[in-house]
Every structure is written in C-alpha cells, then in structure tokens.
C-alpha cells in the first residue's frame, strides 16, 4: 500500500512537472525580432536559415527593416518584440519613452569611406572638406571619434546629415561629398566603385551594433530571449568555423547583399553576445547629452539589461 502510494505521488509530480515545463514552451514559443540589411543581423539570419532556433524550441519571426526609424516604430506597436539598432538609436528611442533595454552588443561596424579622386590621403586631408553622414546619431559619433583619434577635431570638417543610407551612399560615388560614414555592406560596394576605406568604428573600438528587446518581453518571456541568445551564438560558432568565403553565400542569399560582396567584404570574426561596455554606454550618453540629441541622461543600469549576454 505504501509503496503504491509512493508510485502513486511520484507520477502526480511528474505529470506537474511536464505540465509546467508545457506551459513554459508554449510561452516562449514565438517571438519576432526586427533585423536589418547589415552585418550586425547576420548571426540571427543564419541562425534562422540553419535552424538553430527551431533546436530551442523557438518560432521565431525576422522582420526586415528599411531603418532603425522603422524598427522603433514597430517596437512602440508592439509589432515586434526586439530589434537589431545601434547604440545611439536605442538612447533616442528611450529618450522618447519607449521602455527597452540593451540585451547585448552586435558586431556592426561603420566604415568612413573616402572618394578616391579626391586627393585625400590621410584623416588630416578632410579639413574644411564635406562628409555624407545619415541622420541619426551614430555615423555622426563614428565619425567624430575616427577623426578625433587622427587629432582632426569634430568641428573642422563639414558634416551633411541625410536621411537615408543610400542617398549618403550616393552622394559619395557621385562626389558631391569627399567622404561618407557608411554601414557594411555599403562600405564595401563604395570601394568597389573607387573608394577607399579611411578609418572605422572597429579600428577605433567602438561598440556601435546592439540588440534590444521590449522591458516587457524581458520580464514575460526570458526564457524565450535566453533560448535567442543560446541560438544566436551557435550560429556565431558555425561563421567562425569556417573559411568566410564557404559562407558568404549563405549570407548573401539571406541578406539581400549584392553578389558582388562575395569578393568586396571582409566579414568580421563574430564574437559570441556579450554586454554593451559600460564606458561605451557613458561616452554615447555623453555625446548626446552635449549636443542636447536627448533630454534625459541615463545611467548604465537604465539602458541596458546584461542577464542574458555574459
């Protein structure tokens, strides 16, 4: 009788036991991610394609983005759960009210591209000379930081802010602008059509990619973003493990990138998700705050959430 008993409790237990870890599965079982046209995007877009979230017990949803602008805009709706940005438009958003928190730094990296008729042969050659930066506030910190490394200070070149990447893009091949602060893969496209690669966000150690997710989602569903992450450094140890030119197809096809940066773009070694730095964070922060981009100034702990990329 005891030892029914005994059998008896043990199998409620376990029939608890799957209950939960049912109802756990089905809670995390979706979530949508917004992801740009860029490098940064590349570990969850393969991850999609080799089926490394499917292995977590993840549906997940990649949602292309045009920009960053639309990316926080579905973030406000609810649209989408999280999204690949960069640091200074993680700030703006929350700056404006959004309740998100930076889950980890990217891989992204913005390159300052030169006009190779143009004479330039060092950073100290763009005094007084014309640079294509897109409106939001990252390329102007890149480019800020590249030539203030050089000594060049911020204020002696002529920054032209435009709304678009591509038009930024544009502006350099057809020479309205000596240089342009651009994203991969358009960095690369621009030196293939004559240009040339100056200084970078990776040659200055700055962090510019980051992934956010919604405070919500974080408090509602962090087994689902802890299973994004478990997925997305697979994926890291797949790019990493292989000659770049063996996956560049792969990436190509789901990125939308131009075949021709098959031959153009150096991929970056990818590095598993790990946290924004805090003095990263605070320099940004800075920078906003002193060119009055922002009205509140956040702390570390405000902006970013660290439990999930270690």
Do not use: H
Not at 31 to 40: A, K, P, Y
Not at 150 to 156: E, K, P, Q, T, W
Not at 274 to 279: Q, V, W
Request: proline share 3%; glycine share 8%; charged share 25%.
């Amino acid at each position: 009788m005891k030892k029914r008993l005994i059998v008896g409790l043990t199998l409620i237990a376990l029939i608890f036991s799957l209950t939960a870890c049912s109802a756990g599965k089905e809670k995390t079982r979706t979530l949508r991610i917004g992801v740009m046209s860029d490098i940064d995007s590349v570990p969850l877009l393969v991850a999609d394609k080799k089926g490394y979230f499917k292995d977590e017990g993840l549906n997940i949803e990649l949602k292309s983005l045009k920009n960053v602008g639309e990316g926080k805009n579905l973030l406000k709706k609810g649209t989408i759960d999280g999204a690949v940005c960069d640091v200074m438009s993680a700030i703006s958003a929350k700056d404006e009210g959004l309740d998100i928190k930076i889950t980890s730094k990217t891989d992204g990296n913005y390159k300052l591209v030169v006009n190779k008729g143009m004479g330039i042969k060092e950073i100290a050659d763009l005094k007084g000379k014309d640079i294509a930066v897109t409106s939001d506030a990252i390329t102007g910190y890149v480019t800020d930081k590249i030539l203030e490394r050089a000594g060049l200070n911020a204020s002696a070149v002529n920054k032209v802010k435009i709304p678009d990447v591509n038009a930024v893009s544009g502006m350099l091949k057809s020479g309205k602008a000596v240089a342009a602060a651009l994203p991969e893969p358009l960095a690369s496209e621009a030196s293939g059509s004559g240009a040339y690669v100056i200084g970078s966000s990776n040659m200055s150690d700055i962090d510019s990619g980051v992934m956010v997710f919604r405070a919500d989602i974080l408090k509602d569903n962090k087994d689902g973003v802890k299973y994004v992450y478990n997925a997305y450094n697979k994926a890291v140890d797949y790019l990493n493990n292989q000659a770049a030119m063996d996956y560049m197809d792969t990436i190509i096809n789901v990125t939308g990138f131009p075949k021709e940066t098959k031959e153009r773009m150096q991929p970056p070694s990818y590095s598993d998700a790990g946290p924004l730095s805090r003095k990263e964070a605070d320099n940004m922060m800075d920078w906003l705050i002193n060119r009055k981009l922002v009205k509140n100034n956040f702390s570390y702990k405000e902006l970013t959430d660290n439990e999930f990329a270690k």
